[in-house]
């Protein structure tokens, strides 16, 4: 039978890259030693008072059809913060509720690319971006960070990539897989290119409570970016809640209105229970505390992890301000990437993913997530000690 | 800003249809006395042990990422259902759980359609059909169900809708609004056409357990249409879990391969807890008897509402086989069908959907959902004898 192009588009060609993940995860559950620090899935359980607020949400019958946007009460919460934080001025007709912010992103591609657009990329980026950019017949063109400068935005980079064609500037800040979080006057900069040139400009902010150093900036809060900015968060990575598919869009109200079509015949609203759990998620002070706790914990795994890589003089990690993950650089070693987490996982049983996944710019790193406790991440830092001993 | 396309495409003209059931709902939280039959979300509970089921597994901490495609053992069961029931040999490769069959909808249109194309779909239609369709860039071909007898299919209008562009025939059976399930006569002449134009076809299946009379029939299981048919199913009807967002499609593995993909980078899978539920519901003695009591009440309900409008000369009401919906035909009142759903819902304080938004050929009709208990419906039923006189 025949399908459809859109079928093509969506055929990543990056899956090898996650093959050390799968034999990791399926050999963990012969061998626990295995230890897996290939995916930005927190090891943390979701906040106690957000899992009663759905099972009370379950046992009170909110399992019929919502709003298609999301709850009032919800979306006005999510517009209030997002206003407080970085001063755009917001309101619940702001903000559309989706399954993730994966969710989100796919939805804001399709209403704003179309076929013939070229859409820019900053890279590293998380895999799924190419699909959601080519689905929609546009053109991803990546940008890639410098990576001489640890990751930082190259200026005269981006400003090159623009054409006539360019409609959107895609990131995510912090982003994933490198921890870099873009600072006042890189989004300036940015900010500047989207309003002189007329672009939407997509800030993909999943991380952006997951911040160890300096402070988290919106693009969205810069002036005149806010009729361009369409702001994508969740509460997955936050609150340890990737799995509830909860996330949302905040931009435009005209955006909103065709995020809400397309919501219509896309998804048909988020579970009530769910947005009970997401309201509390965003509330409660118990559930703030166990995310800022989390937060704690991912800063004192990095600083173990960065610890550990820097003792290392053919290995040069590059240390993250935010987010679960860092990257190291391995082509000291004389191994590339792919290389590299293939010998740590048969020498040592550790899951790390090569990052080319992420992007050409970052093939010679390998990703390292930090979702496993205190005494595994020792534990893999000696294996790491003990593995490097064969490159001196 | 710029939009894509896409956005106009997903923009329903039919939303007009909806303002009495926006008006309903809305006059009933200040005025219990409303009654709102203009909604297909059943008044039931989800059974107990499907709630317990996804309460065990929020609390068992089953909050993190899941398998895109769905687990094994609910796929495994939801093929083997299948299975039973048409006949077609399927596995869990042949299986993907979406965010409902709305979601299931959405990507299957989205991995077999592309601009040119021509997708028919029998009609009444549900009215998400429309976007769905157009927003791959296809041309949706409506084919008319025959009103002259009951809404069953048109052989005749259909075979001259195929074109050298059709490239699949979509349709619901159970029917809503109809209520009409296809039978083996009509299903074999579909497949007929499908296999010698080599199209595709779309089978929504949601409400093939709510079936009164006779046995509901899946064309997948028709020689020669496993290659050809994607078959849609939910538990939001037949489990009263409209809110849960569960639903899925069968159909080939390459195109599971597919949709796979798509929801990758749309949706990443079901809550983990949602599938324990999902997997409860399709395999628990008790959720199983609950769902067939809910079918029960429907039966009933159907029944109560035929005798109401029989009675009544200058209506003409189609008895559904299946489903929580019936349509009447309204036109001998001299009022068209939205100038009855308004009358009714001023006079009367009911609310029904004029059925115009589900196709030309049903602008006659009203739809009624039954999904109120006895006593309303009493109510309901007097109100109209009431309402009724006026055109006597």
Tied chains: 1, 2.
Excluded at 87 to 106: C, E, H, S, Y
Excluded at 180 to 200: F, G, Q, R, T
Excluded at 259 to 269: F, K, T, V
Aim: hydrophobic content about 45%; charged content about 20%; some cysteine.
């Amino acid at each position: 039978m025949r399908y459809a192009p859109l079928t093509q588009a969506i055929q990543g060609e990056t899956v090898d890259a996650w093959d050390i993940h799968f034999k990791a995860t399926a050999l963990k559950e012969k061998d626990s030693s295995v230890i897996v620090l290939s995916i930005g899935d927190p090891d943390f359980d979701t906040p106690t008072p957000v899992i009663d607020a759905a099972v009370a949400g379950l046992k009170g019958g909110d399992t019929h059809y919502v709003e298609i946007e999301g709850r009032d009460n919800l979306r006005a919460e999510i517009a209030n913060q997002h206003q407080q934080k970085c001063g755009q001025p917001v309101t619940k007709d702001n903000v559309i509720l989706l399954a993730g912010a994966q969710n989100a992103l796919f939805s804001s591609a399709l209403c704003i690319l179309q076929p013939g657009d070229e859409a820019i990329v900053l890279q590293p980026m998380y895999v799924t971006y190419e699909a959601c950019i080519q689905l929609t017949g546009a053109k991803l063109v990546p940008v890639a960070m410098d990576k001489h400068n640890n990751f930082r935005l190259d200026k005269d980079a981006l400003a090159a990539a623009i054409t006539p064609k360019t409609r959107a500037i895609f990131f995510a800040t912090p982003n994933n897989p490198s921890g870099v979080m873009l600072n006042k006057d890189e989004l300036s900069y940015i900010a500047d290119l989207a309003i002189s040139h007329d672009l939407w400009v997509v800030s993909d902010e999943v991380y952006s409570r997951t911040v160890f150093e300096g402070e988290h900036v919106s693009i969205a809060g810069f002036d005149k970016m806010a009729e361009r900015t369409i702001t994508l968060n969740s509460l997955s990575k936050s609150h340890a809640m990737t799995g509830w598919r909860a996330g949302w869009a905040i931009g435009p109200e005209t955006l909103i209105k065709h995020l809400s079509n397309l919501s219509l015949c896309m998804l048909y609203g988020l579970p009530g229970f769910v947005q009970q759990a997401a309201y509390v998620a965003l509330t409660d002070s118990q559930a703030l505390m166990d995310s800022e706790a989390m937060r704690e914990s991912y800063r004192r795994r990095r600083d173990t992890l960065v610890a550990c890589f820097e003792k290392h003089e053919n290995l040069a990690c590059i240390p993250p301000e935010a987010s679960m993950f860092l990257l190291v650089d391995v082509s000291q070693t004389g191994l590339n990437a792919q290389q590299f987490a293939e010998a740590l996982f048969e020498q040592e049983r550790i899951g790390v993913l090569p990052a080319t996944a992420f992007g050409q710019c970052a093939s010679d790193y390998i990703r390292i997530s930090y979702v496993v406790d205190d005494e595994q991440l020792a534990q893999a830092c000696e294996r790491i000690d003990n593995f490097m001993l064969q490159f001196v």
